[in-house]
């Protein structure tokens, strides 16, 4: 875990600075060009000497750009290999490491144009290079299979970049799709409650002032909980643990189970008659069930307050071993076309979806007696831990 750590650390500082990196190579290869120079040579091969190792230098030196200018490293090299041959009889290297790294580099980030032009130059350039060596079948033989493989590389490590880059951008979409279906709930049950609450006002102050301050306070209490949720939501957007500028924190929970007597009460401020019950062996959900179901029951209430014209909606949650029923009915008009409560609003839209990314299944239609309407969602749920206690059906 360790030895893990530094290496994801290390990718991170290797995409930060580019360079530090094609340095690191570069001294890396200079390492290996060494080591035939510091090894004892047989006494019937001609002494090591500064100049040729300075010339070896010079074929890795261009290694430090190859990102900026590949081709023209690529030149480069080949261009001090050759001289090497023909001024100076140094030690050879068992591999040709400066070679390798940059048809690996072209390979991984150049175009296809760039690489079909190297591949071209490679055909003549890798028999010359044997010619002027050994001129021997089996360094040539050598010498195609490690081109080749550093090529292969070069072409599967821009593959899998490519595909990561893919799966972000599909991961960022997901993300901007769960943040508007979010901001959708939200703002979708707060302004509906707060129109229902504002449209009883005038009426109760003529007839029950009292009521007309209750439903004022709601309306209050409606727009500060959206605004909570909605700065709770946007929170995770923002980088760093900072608290924002009213000392609120940027990241929290999002609303759960636990959460549902605050929702119907607001829910019952605006007029509504609400009943919550649950049934089985009630246990805690992991976060992002719980979010799915105080969502599922905020929008399926949204849209009984906006298009049912009800006086009465159910609530019921039943914990089954190996899910979790939920089941939100009302006494209203039942499916409207023109509503969109028969399947086609956005609300239910997203009820299925997020069902769907649980892997359950949400179903929609008119009541159990042919009256109002119901929402009924079925997601999978992990069995109770043996701590947690039985529950009896619960009616609130």
Do not use: C
């Amino acid at each position: 875990m360790i030895a893990r750590g530094w290496w994801e650390r290390g990718r991170t500082l290797g995409a930060a600075h580019p360079l530090l990196v094609d340095i690191g190579i570069t001294l890396l290869v200079q390492a290996a060009m060494t080591m035939p120079f510091v090894v004892p040579r047989p006494p019937e091969f001609e002494p090591a000497t500064w100049p040729a190792y300075g010339l070896t230098t010079l074929t890795v030196v261009p290694l430090v750009w190859r990102r900026r200018a590949p081709v023209g490293v690529l030149l480069a090299i080949l261009a001090t290999n050759v001289l090497y041959r023909l001024t100076l009889d140094g030690p050879g290297q068992p591999l040709p490491y400066t070679g390798l790294v940059i048809v690996y580099t072209i390979a991984a980030l150049s175009p296809p144009r760039r690489r079909l032009a190297t591949g071209l130059l490679l055909m003549v350039a890798v028999p010359v290079g044997v010619w002027l060596n050994t001129r021997s079948a089996r360094e040539l033989t050598f010498s195609v299979f490690v081109f080749a493989a550093a090529y292969v590389f070069g072409r599967l490590t821009d593959i899998r970049r490519r595909a990561h880059r893919v799966e972000a951008e599909q991961a960022a979409a997901r993300e901007r799709a769960r943040i508007a279906r979010e901001m959708h709930d939200i703002l979708s049950h707060a302004v509906a409650l707060m129109i229902v609450q504002a449209e009883a006002g005038p009426v109760a102050v003529r007839t029950a002032p009292e009521r007309a301050e209750a439903a004022f306070d709601a309306i209050s209490e409606t727009g500060r909980d959206a605004m909570i949720q909605l700065r709770r939501m946007l929170g995770v957007l923002r980088d760093g643990d900072t608290p924002d500028a009213a000392g609120d924190a940027p990241r929290e929970p999002q609303p759960g189970v636990a959460d549902l007597p605050g929702l119907l009460g607001r829910v019952r401020a605006g007029g509504l008659d609400v009943r919550y019950r649950t049934s089985g062996h009630a246990r805690p959900l992991p976060d992002t069930t719980g979010a799915t179901v105080f969502r599922i029951v905020q929008e399926a209430l949204t849209n009984t307050v906006k298009h049912a014209d009800a006086g009465i909606a159910s609530v019921h949650l039943d914990y089954g071993e190996s899910h979790l029923s939920i089941e939100v009915t009302d006494d209203g008009r039942g499916p409207q076309s023109a509503s969109g409560r028969g399947g086609g609003g956005h609300g239910l839209v997203g009820i299925r979806e997020r069902a769907a990314a649980h892997g359950g299944t949400a179903v929609t239609g008119r009541g159990p007696d042919g009256r109002g309407f119901t929402v009924r969602v079925r997601i999978p749920a992990l069995p109770a831990p043996a701590a947690a206690g039985a529950a009896a059906e619960v009616v609130r």
